[in-house]
């Protein structure tokens, strides 16, 4: 079923640029409008101009604005498009296989999904909506069946299930292959966790307090769903070879333990602690890169009631140092990271649940960042 598009301009102003250390508070300004209560965030280079672009749900408006960057650190278009009830997920690819970046929302309230098919020049035409997904909370997509066609893995709140549907061309999904996930499914994430090349997906569920790991066959099914317990109320979680040992290893934000929780892959799909760093009060958003140019795999968390920023500084053999704090005064949901202004350093997306807002940080590479937002213009 399709439903009609339409577009909305959404006014940005002008942002004071703010140097920010490793420590201190960073005072308000005007930030990018993403609309009420945005949820999540996913990059995706929309108009084909080499930089990654925003996609971020407003939970509780049926919309999902995409932000156009513009090689500075700078959103030069917003554009908001409609989609179901309760979006509260978003992903990002090539969903058609026409080369150009499209998206994909999860709406909860709606139990469906909304695709929109990029242009390449940074549009959308009308979008695509499909049913029959009853508390669809999160989405990945992937190519799950080796065939040169993203999949898409939608995960469940009601039913506790993650469904597969498979891509059959030109933007039509079919139900595929159903698993039975713990109770309170929240997140879900895909990695390479035994070097096979078949892509895993990882669910989180905040009932058991598990993380549901699935090892990819390569035809579109996947190995009965193993838990793994972990701390309570897993949330984001991040994948990266921490301890240097070929296989990959997972960092899960547990919010009821106000930590991070570090586990070891062994190559085939298990996962074994590894450790536990504190963080900060009610921690949900997590991104691994190397932010501090030592070519070690670092960690950025965001904690949303002390509203600070965490870096936790990689050692290569498996261990982080937190440092300093840096405060945000935003309720950070949801962050990603990507060089948005072509310095070759890691900067940062972050999206504040309760005021609605999309704020950027320039990375400097060393661990610091600034605070920047001059839509259209240098910063």
Known sequence: MNIGIRRVAIATAALTVLAIAGSGSAPATEPHHAGFFPHAISLGDFDGDGVPDLAVPASAERKVTVFLSDGRLGIRSN?????????????????????????????????????????????????????????????????????????????????????????????????????????????????????????????????????????GKGDGSFHEPKPVSVGRFPHYMAFGDWNRDGHADVAVVVAGEDAVELLAGDGHGGLTKLGRVTVGTNPHGIVTGDFTGDGIADLLVANRSSRE???????????????????????????????????????????????????????????????????????
């Open 79 to 215: 554009h908001a498009y409609p989609v179901g009830q309760g979006p509260t997920w978003v992903e990002t690819a090539d969903l058609d296989g026409d080369g150009r970046m499209d998206l994909v929302t999860a709406n909860t309230g709606a139990g469906t999904l909304t695709a929109y098919f990029g242009d390449g020049t940074g549009g959308f035409g009308a979008p695509t909506e499909i049913p029959g997904l009853a508390g669809a909370v999160a989405i990945v997509a992937g190519d799950f069946r080796r065939s040169g066609r993203m999949d898409l893995a939608v995960l469940q709140v009601i039913g506790e299930r993650l469904l597969i549907l498979e891509n059959r061309g030109r933007g039509r999904f079919v139900p595929a292959r159903s698993y039975r996930i713990g109770r309170g499914p929240h997140i879900l994430a895909k990695a390479n966790l035994t070097r096979d090349g078949n892509l895993d997906l990882v669910a989180a569920s905040l009932g058991p307090h598990t993380l549901s790991v699935l090892v």
């Open 309 to 379: 920023l965490v870096l936790l500084a990689g050692d290569g053999r498996g261990g982080f140092t937190a440092r300093q704090p840096l405060r945000t005064e935003q309720d950070i949901i949801a962050l990603a990271a990507a060089d948005l202004d072509r310095d070759g350093h890691l900067d940062l997306a972050l999206v504040s649940a309760s005021h609605n807002r999309v704020v950027l940080l320039r990375g400097t590479g060393t661990g610091e960042f600034r605070l920047v937002g001059a839509p259209g213009g240098a910063p």
